[in-house]
């Protein structure tokens, strides 16, 4: 019913109950563990170029325009404090993650609700396959692995794009860029990093996967799945970018 206000509770409890079904069908490695290697290469190998890409202009952007914001007198070295601070801790992991739910996660809903609207899903079932363990469970784990390492990637794409930028289209040498970036540095500014990109990953194949795996019959109920998919991921990931910084944010001081 268009405006029912307990949608948004039943919404929560449909995510429950299928984040149920993934759990249980973890207990069939025998189904997920091959298909897992594929989705490995699908999620993360095949968007490493598009990774690195978002990467390079972020580096490149956030360089030029935190020199020029500095007014007369502040050490250049802040430069390369400034672009380590906010592709580690924040734009590498963040739009890493939004860039590959248009990529992967529209991809999966598309995937998923294709089955579910040729009914190939059913003739899973009929064949004794669990569909859960044999198409989200490969989906999610593999968006677990591989999200951190694009994103990994990433920051480091991004680091070395910011000094590349800094030491050639500005004033900053070399030295300068070298110093800010040691500066107020913490292993865990690493670690926060990973960790944003981990839950960012299983947000996009949880989502994705459940609006896939519910979609309604027809193209059109594809067409819908996917976008809602992308919107939902898209709200999560700022939701939970936001609660990890809450949480968090206060570790990260050197």
Do not use: H
Not at 195 to 222: D, L, M, P, Q
Not at 234 to 251: G, Q, R
Request: hydrophobic letters at 50%; charged letters at 15%.
């Amino acid at each position: 019913m268009i405006g029912d206000p307990l949608s948004p509770f039943r919404k929560v409890g449909d995510w429950s109950y299928f984040l149920r079904d993934i759990g249980r069908a973890f207990r069939d490695p025998k189904t997920y563990v091959p298909e897992t290697i594929r989705q490995m290469r699908n999620i993360g190998v095949d968007s490493l170029p598009l990774a690195a890409i978002v990467a390079g202009f972020i580096g490149a952007v956030t360089a030029f325009q935190t020199r020029y914001q500095l007014f007369g007198g502040v050490q250049l070295s802040v430069v390369g404090l400034i672009s380590r601070q906010s592709i580690i801790l924040e734009l590498g992991p963040l739009l890493t993650g939004l860039v590959l739910t248009g990529r992967v996660g529209a991809r999966i809903t598309a995937e998923i609700g294709t089955m579910r609207v040729t009914e190939q899903i059913d003739a899973l079932e009929t064949l004794a396959y669990d569909p859960v363990a044999y198409l989200v469970v490969p989906r999610l784990i593999a968006a677990l692995l591989m999200l951190p390492v694009l994103t990994i990637l990433a920051d480091a794409i991004g680091v070395g794009t910011a000094m590349f930028t800094a030491v050639t289209a500005t004033d900053v040498t070399t030295a300068d860029f070298t110093a800010g970036l040691r500066l107020s540095f913490t292993p865990f500014q690493i670690v926060y990093s990973i960790i944003k990109a981990t839950i960012f990953g299983g947000a996009i194949a949880f989502f994705c996967s459940y609006e896939g795996y519910t979609a309604n019959v027809g193209a059109e109920g594809v067409g819908r799945s996917t976008a809602q998919a992308v919107v939902v991921t898209s709200v999560a990931i700022l939701v939970f970018d936001a609660l990890i910084a809450l949480l968090l944010a206060p570790y990260l001081q050197a």
